[in-house]
């Protein structure tokens, strides 16, 4: 099964906000380099947020500002709430990561998940 599994996307008029959630399926996974991904009708798949290996966070630059990820532990999930949505928010959001673990087993992310659509329109 997939190990990443998104949630929480919808229709929203432009200006207004969403917050998807990304929740692990087993609570004792551990999750490198995760982060939110967006596509588009007609577009390529592009990063949208995402905690780096190296510990910092990255936003494309069109959500700076507006979009904030962040992750609780406890839950083994992460979230990324979105706000002043603009019609080019439009996309299905995707969730991902490098690899994850479950203990000192590690693996390969087997592929993408459904995501959740997300519509900015009035």
């Known amino acids: 099964q997939v190990p990443l599994v998104e949630s929480g996307g919808g229709l929203v008029q432009p200006g207004g906000s969403l917050r998807l959630s990304c929740s692990a399926s087993?609570?004792?996974?551990?999750?490198?380099?995760v982060g939110w991904y967006r596509q588009a009708p007609g577009k390529r798949r592009e990063l949208v947020a995402a905690?780096?290996?190296?510990?910092?966070?990255e936003y494309a630059d069109s959500v700076k500002g507006r979009f904030t990820i962040s992750r609780d532990s406890g839950k083994n999930t992460i979230y990324l709430q979105m706000n002043s949505l603009r019609p080019d928010d439009t996309a299905v959001y995707y969730c991902?990561?490098?690899?994850?673990?479950?203990?000192?087993?590690?693996?390969?992310?087997?592929?993408w998940g459904q995501g959740t659509q997300v519509t900015v329109s009035t």
């Open positions: 087993q609570i004792d996974f551990i999750f490198y380099a």
């Open positions: 991902n990561a490098t690899y994850y673990c479950s203990g000192y087993v590690c693996y390969d992310i087997p592929d």
């Open positions: 905690f780096t290996n190296d510990g910092t966070i």
